[in-house]
Structure formats: C-alpha cells, structure tokens
C-alpha cells in the first residue's frame, strides 16, 4: 500500500494452507503482503482478534448446504468488541484424495470435516456403500490424517488443490452434491469506526426478543419491512438460558449509514432487550439494494426538516 | 391576565349567543373578559383568523351521533396556516319550543338545524307523525324563525336556554334521540410554536394516501402502531378530484413532543405525498395516553445514543 | 321485458323527475317501463323497499366531492333487510337557472340543495360576491321554489335539463367547481341469493370495531389484506352512543363468492362484534379485480384438499 | 397393554443403552415392554420408520443451549411419509467419567460427543486447562471409547447413570454449563390420520418461502398472527440449491384439528410454494394454547354459518 515503514497487519484463519478459509483471505486486497496466522478453530482466531494478536480474523458464517454456522453466530453474539468489516464467498468444491496407489475400491475408512461429509455423503453412499465416516477438525487435516497410521485412513474428503501440500493422488473430482454450493465468510476486526457506504452493503446484527410478547418477532420484521429494509438472512438461535427463548441473527440489505437502516436499527433497539450490532460492509455480490423512493435519504431528511418547522410554527402558507 | 394594559383578545364563534359553540368558548378560560365575536357560518371564523381579525376561532369538528363536522374537516385540510390549540366538550341537549300560546298538537312545521334535526327526529314522528321540518342556518336561529312570519314556523329545536334569549315557551325537553351524545370542539390559532406537552394530549392531522399503492391505508395506520400510539379518530374525506382519491382525518394520543408521536409523525410524512399537521392541545377528557415501556421517551433517547456510539464504534465491552 | 303478463315492478327514487337520483335509474336496464315512484327522501325510499311497496330503490352514496352520504351509510348500518344490487355513476354538473326575463346581474337570492350549493359556492361568491343561499331539499325543488313566491328566490342551482321540466331559463352553465365530479348510486332491494359473480365486483359491508382493543382497525384492514382484496371505500361513522365507538363503511374488490372475499368475510365476522353484509354486485366502472396467483380461487381450494388428506393421513409419497 | 397376542411394536433410538433418547423413549407409555431397537445415526432411525422395520422412532429434534438439531429438522423436511406423533423433554446433564483408579489430575484427552463437549467446555477449561477433546459419535460411545486403547482417552463425558452399563468411575458431576439444559426429543411414526386434540397440542410444519417477495416472512408469520395462533419455534434452514433461500421449521401452539390452527395452515399453504405438514401432538409441557375468545372454534363455525345465510339470502331482521 505504501513504501513507508507501514506496520505490518496480521490476520488469523483457519489453517493450514489450502483450506476454504484462506482462499476467502486470498480474496481480501489489503492482507496481500502481511502476515498470516494459521489457527485450529474459530475460537482461537477470534481470541487471536479480541487480545490484538492479530487485527482481523477470517471465519467462516453461512453455508448455502449446511446453514448457518451457528458456533460462529454464537460466538459473535457473545463476545463483545467484535466487528464484520468484510464479506467473501468461496465456491465448496471437493475432490476424494488417498495415498499414492490407494484405489477407490480399496476405501473403507473415509476421513472428512463433518460439514464436507454431509455435502460428500450421496456421493459416498453410491460409490463405496459400506464406507465408515472418521471426523477431522478441518478439510486439510482430513488429508493429513492419511498419513497418522493410528487413524488407519483410506480416504479423504479435501478442497481441490490439495495436492499441491500432501503427497496424495485425486481419486474423484466434484464429489460435492451440489455444483453451485458456495461458503459465505466474513472478516473481523475489533470495533472501531463504521466505514463509509460503497451503495452495496449489508448490515448485520443480533437481536434478541423480549420475553413477554408473541408477536414479538413480527414487531421485530415490521421494524424493517416498514423502511424498506430487505433482510437477507434470518436465523434463530436458542439464547441458552431455557427451551423458547431465541436471538435472531439477522442480515438487512443497506448501511448503518443509510437513513432507512439507521431509523430499523433505532426500531430494533428500542423494542428489542439486547441488540448486537455486528458491522456494515460492503456485499460479496456487489448487489445494490433496491428500495422504493419513500425509503431514499432525502425523504428522511425532508421529514425531519418538517417536524422541526411544525414544532417552531413555521408558516407553510 | 394583568393589570396592564395588555390588548384585548378577540374569539370568533358560531352566533348568536345561547349556541353549543358560545357554550365551548365559555370553557375557555383565557377567552373571558376578553371580545367575542358572533359569526353566521364556519367559513367566516376561519376567515376571521387567518385574516387577523380574530386571535382564534371555536368550531365544531365532531359529534358523537352524526360524525365529523365535513366542511369543518375539509377548510382545515384545505386552508393553510390555521393550527388547533384546544378541545372542548359539550354535551347535546334540545328542547322543543314555540310562540307563547302555541300547543304541541298545533305544530306542523318544525325549524331546526339539519343535524339537530336528526337527533330529535324520532321524537317528532312519535309525537308528532305528521311534521314537516325546515332547515335552519344553526340551533339559534332555528328559534328566531319563530318570529319570520314569512317562514310559518310552528316550533323550533334549539338549545335548553334559548327561553333567556327570545320570548319563546318550552313545549318538550329532552327530545334528542341520546342522552349521552356530545359535541367536539376545537379552538382554532394561526399557526405559532407548539405549547408544551401537559401528559394528556392529543394530535391533530391530515394525510393523504399515495395514489398507487393498495395497502397504503396499512402503511399509514402501522406508522402509529408500530410506535405504539393508538388513534381516537380515523375519518376518510376524498380529495375530490376524483372518485377513489382520500385524505384521512386522524387524531392520535399524545403530543408532537413526545419521542413516539414525532417518530409516526415522520413515517407517515415520509410515506404520503401531503400531511397537514394541525396541532398538538390538551384533550378534553384529560386522559393520558397508555403505552407500553418500550414506547417510553427515554428508550427513544437510549437508542438514538446506541446508535451513534455504534457508528462512531465505542467499544461496548 | 317480455309480453308475457309479467308483473310490473316498482322502482322508489328521490324525486321529482329531473334529480340526478332519476339519471341513476335510468342506467337500469331491468327497470326500464316500469313502475317509477319519485319520493321526497331517503327514509320514504328505503321504507318502500322494506314494506315492499317497491321492488328496489335507487339512493345516492358517495359523492367524489362531498364524500360518503352519511345519513345513507347509517340507514343501511341500521335497518335490517336491505341488499345492495347494482351501482350507477351520474356525472356532477349544475346550472343557475332563473324565471325568464330574469338576469345574472339581479340575483341575489340562490336556492340550492346544500350538497350542489357547496360544489357551487367558488362560482357564485366569484361571479354574485353578496349573493345569499337558501337550502333546498332537492336539486329540482330548488328550481321550483323560483315559483313560490313566498321564498323570495332569485335564482336556483339545479341539474342540466331542468328547462325541460320548469319555465326556467339558463343563466350559466358549468358552475360546479370540479368537471370531473361524480355521485354514485346504489340500488337496494330487500334480502335475498346473492346473484353470480361477473369478474367485475364489488362487495359492500359495514364493520364494528370491537370496543376494547387499540390496533382493531389494524386487524380489520389485515383481514383484506393478507388475501389480496383491495378496497375501494373505507369511511367511518360513528356508532352513536358514545365519542370515539365507530363502525367502518367498506367497499372491497371481488365477490362474496370469490374464495379471497368469502375468507376476509369470515376474518371480519369472527373479530367484530357487528358485521352487516350490505351485497355483492356488478361494479359501475366495469374493472375487474387484481389479485396474485396465491389468492386465486383454485389456490384456495387446493388448500382445503390438502388440509382434509393431511388430517385424513394420506401419504404424499 | 393387552396379554392377547396384540403384535409387538418396534422402536428404533440412538443407542446404545444409556443415551439421552434412550431416556425419551422410556416417557413413552406405549413403547413399554415393546421391542426396542438401537441405531447408530439418525437416518438409520428414519429409515427404519420408512420401510416398515420399525413403527417408530424417536429422534433429538432440539437442544436449549444448541438449537435446533438441523440435521434432524433437515431429513423431516425432505423424507415423505413422516409423522410427528409426541414430544418428549429430557433434562441435559453430564458426568465426566474414568476407567478405575484415574484422577481428574491425569486427565489429558477427553471424548465426548461435539454437543456435549460444547456444553461441557467451560468446565473443563477451568478444571483441566490443557486437556484435547477427541469427538465421539455419541455420548454412550464416549464412554466406550474409554476402553479402546488405540484412542488414548484419559476420561469422557457421559450421561448420568453411564456406570451401569460400563466399568467407570464418576470424576464430577453437573459439569455441564447450564443446569436447566433440556433435549426436546420427537417420536416419528408413518403418516396416518392425526389424532384428536387434547387440548395442549403442538402442530409442526415446514413451509418454505416464495423465491420472488421479500416480505414473504412476514406474510407467513401473519398467517399464524391473524388467526392468534402462537409459535413455539421458527428456525430458518437454507433449501440448498443456492445462498439465500430458505424453508422455516415452525412449531405451533395447537391443534390441526383447532379451527384456528386448520385456517392458519390453509392460509401458509395457499402462500407457500411447499408446505410438509410434520404432525399435530400433545406438548411435552402439557401447557394449553391460550387465545382471544375471538379465536374459538365456535366463532369459526359462527362466520361460516353466517356466510352461508348470507350467500343464501336468509333475512336476518
């Protein structure tokens, strides 16, 4: 960015090399050139952030197959000083990989990230029917995990390119039930400023509902619907403190900055007992939201020049 | 007021005196002592304060059994730099009087105004089936027609009361339909800053539906029950410039200045292409309004500061 | 009709021959030579349908100017028995007429009916500034009162063709305020089978609000709404035995046969205390209703079929 | 039930003996002296409903400190031919367990199933703050694991009552974070008719959302709101062909059999592109639905009552 001693930034994924998650960090500008750090969970490149370890981390959150990645949610609603800054879509592509030699037929003991499992397993089910399934922490240590005889592997569910880091051989491509599957991931700092509108943004935040009221999650879409604010994801999870009480994660179309969102999120705020504002930044997709001219800027700061004039006894005649 | 030489006031109303209008403005304590100013129709009141001739005018806007006042409705909607500033009740009570020496059984021809006539007319076809009745210009006049020899009166409905103004005898009290029905009235300024919230109030206004949208009446109503501010009147008025056009007459709970009323007020400013605001007052039956916490003035104030320090990005940890 | 010896039908209207209430009827093709029976009022009209002096009556209902005809909306919210069956549009249009010889410059005296009065009122304070009214009870009778001589009447606002019923001659033409103005009529006859749905409808029916709920209108509205069915009209009145009880004059898109209209009926009926059907029938204007696939007839009985197998337990497999 | 020669049922659960769903499935009256049949996986157990090998099984549907088990909510929605039949709730408590004569000191790896290890962390970081988890496939198998000397586990986390199926030592109790942690299980049989309501009903259904309206949500959730309708549970699940799409898990309280409930589904049914009704059942919690009188089974059959007179013509004076 500069050729001044610019201090170097750090960001933590999760690793090792190859996996999904550093190919959505391979997709942000500004980590090209600084320093990268590999972590086993999502807790730890969480932490890595909150401690100042590094000055963002990279997580996966949603999966158009699997869901929402409710640990990562959770994590979000619980940990303060968090922020979203970034959003990266990563295409969920796998290839079935084993030692040098290992044919398909000889593949009993299958190693795979629970999540690349459930997307593999038709596949799985048809080609090797009498397969067993052995979970692996992540999509690169399922390939690891060939070589710890303990584990006694045959195969491994793992992303494409694999073989550029383990001496393996690609025994099927495309084994991924669905072409189009794609991992949404977001990049998080700790809280500082909001960054300025780009016109295709996305606003995220944690609501819970208030304990008392049914109709209290249609009081909290309302609060949207009725700025024109699209929601484009809406999630439920439990709180934890007992069966039927939920927070919402939720996704609207648009920035803090722009007047209809500002005027839900103070909706929000107000009728909702905890509110986790998570970040506004700019969509993966580059999508502009699209709103109705009721909902524009200028309309809000007309109606506010309005009710000051009425209240001082502005004569509009 | 003082003792000084402070100007004196002048209050328009529907005259002569002994009228339910000349009743409301004896509610008025700020009007006594002070020039009241007896006029034939609606229109002049209005006139007189737009034109300064008056400092304010007492119109009826709504009764109980016939509805909202339309034309009254209709010059508020349509003249602009007027603003209500009071409300007064005044409860409905006629009596049927006539000539001296003329007996129930001689009436044929009954004076009265129309809407005074409506409420006393299942009373005339009991007791008197065959009546024709003549419409007059107000519920005094009605009593003054007596003596238009031109007009061949026999009786006239008008207020209990009228016997101190003309040489008239009461042939029947009590001849409305309901006993409980009442009268609205509204005292009417030129537009000046608003007075202070006194915690039972009332807000006038005026909306026009945008042309285009069914479900725009929705919209328009969610704006106050989003916010939790409830509508002691919601009347349609069409625009009139052609058949399916409407504004909406609403009077809300609560006051401009208080946080959930303004919030409604600047949703449905945004959302219609024409809203006359027309004032803010102490309502008569001096109720407060109810609603719940979460529609209280601090936690519009708590989200607006939540809001900002989001943007800003204060750490909430 | 027919030459059969059919029996003859009657037909009550607001006479005499001449009002606009006369051009409404004459739109009715059924009611072509038969019998025509002017009447001097609402009530006589509706009476004569309830006592079955007449077959049906024609009445007015709406006016694009001056709004709902209240005192019908509450007839029709009152008696019971009555059924709406057909809807008229009279174009608005009045002409100041006066006895022969008589000139613009000599009047000052202008009889009127109130209504046509007021949507008049612009061109006469313009064209005669000190110019009196005296109310009529209809728009012919206001021609003739320029006959009795006791009224003093210089010249009268009465509909176009009234020379043809009067010795009158036209002082000016076009004097109503709006060109475009509009009254429509309804046609009422008492209860029976509601006829079969044309494509083009309209559904009238007249809504309590429940006393004890803020956000009941909200629900009424919603009742339409969540199936699709725009209204057209939605006035309210007031119930009458206390300030602030209204019930709701509403005009709604489609048919009570439709599927949508039938369920947002049974919605109303079950969450108002007071529902009266006033009828379904052939819209003037002959526009069909628009309304999305979700709400289209077929929809709601597949709905039903599949309701009945899932609580029968047929399995979709 | 019965010592004649009634067939034997069977139920697949997620053996072995000793798991939580174990424990749900001895809630089951009917399930006593049945045959029992312990399954490795959740499809198995569904599998074995759909082919006839058992006539129920009973699956976690629900977790309070994890949410919905999507897995399971999943397969529901996809498999035909299923039917929730009951609710069952079991308290979610751990014990960390050993092989005889270790120490909660010599504690290193411990095995746990994820959802257990979840809910157990907190403990374990504070007592044991260097241990690694190795993932176990059920909470039973963790405690097998125990006796696999190829997996190297020093301790695992294990339902209460584990020491009576295997030779283990209780280290600690209550271990996991929330003592009020609480499984909701479902026992699923074929589809069949739907049992009678008793009063303190829950139905279950699966409706996704129309791909073109935003908004959709809230028109679902207000299918429910207008008919006063509760929900208990709304979770969203992506459909899985592509980002952003979506299918609602929905609890509702009630019967399919309550009028109410039987409009609301009509209602998600007409407006949902596809509707998988999952089965109307007494709660767990035996709490009763409770509603406005306005949403009683007899106000149903009221209106429709009603409509039929009045589609019929029948005077109601």
Known sequence: MSHTSEPTRSYSYLGPAGTFTEAALKQVEAAQGQTWRPVSNLGEALNDVVTGVSDAAMIAIENSIDGGVTVAQDALATIPGLRIIGEYLVPVRFVLVARPGVKLEDVTVVAGHPVAYGQCRAWLDEARPQHRHLPATSNVQAAADLFDAAKQVDAAIAPPGIEDHYDVEVLAEGIAENPDAVTRFVLVSRVGPVSEPTGADKTSLIAELPEDRSGALLDLLEQFATRGVNLTLLASRPIGDRMGRYRFVIDAEGHIKDERV?????????????????????????????????????????????????????DPA
């Open 262 to 314: 500002a005027d839900a999120l103070l909706g929000v705020k107000r009728s909702s007992p905890n509110v986790v504002f998570l970040g506004s930044y700019p969509r993966a997709d580059r999508v502009s939201a699209e709103f109705r001219p009721v909902h524009d800027d200028n309309r809000f700061r007309d109606a506010r020049d309005w009710l000051r004039e009425v209240i001082e006894g502005v």
